[in-house]
């Protein structure tokens, strides 16, 4: 089945807060715990309208979205989601393709993001994609743990 992946404003806030609060609510023991699970309406809503969003959808059904932070020579991604019932089937290729198009239409050298060292798997994930570590960082103490940045060159 087919993935419509397209960009998104404000406008889409509700939709993107619901998924992402659905998708993230498996790592509410992370330490620190996620933002993802605390943050409003209004913070997600003004983020979109900032830097703008992604939604992907599969007969209609939301079934993935991203956040983007935007400068002059990269893409920051940020707040990924794939509904779980459709990890493994390429929705977040098929968003991160779509966000390679806006970097190469825009000018962007590059599309960053982090990822928490206590999710190796989303490490793959990102890796398999074409994301390349650049740097390690730690979260504040009593946090035992830290994250990872990487990012994709754009083909351009």
Known sequence: MTVEVVGC?????????DLTRRCYAAYAAL?????????GFETVQAELEQGGGVLARRAEQLVGCLRMQRTDDRIHIRRVAV???????GIARAMIDWCAQEAT????ARITLGVRDQLPANRRV??????NVVA?????????????EMERPVEG
């Not at 330490?31 to 943050?39: F, H, R, Y």
């Not at 239409?105 to 962007?108: D, E, M, Q, S």
């Not at 390690?136 to 990872?148: C, I, V």
């Open 31 to 39: 330490d620190p715990p996620s933002g993802a699970l605390t943050e």
């Open 126 to 131: 990102w890796e398999k994609l074409g994301f």
């Open 83 to 89: 509904d779980p019932e459709h990890r493994g089937q």
């Open 9 to 17: 404003g404000g406008e889409a806030a509700e939709q993107i807060l």
């Open 136 to 148: 390690q960082h730690s979260f504040p103490p009593p946090s035992d743990w830290g994250w990872t």
């Open 105 to 108: 239409r825009t000018g962007a």
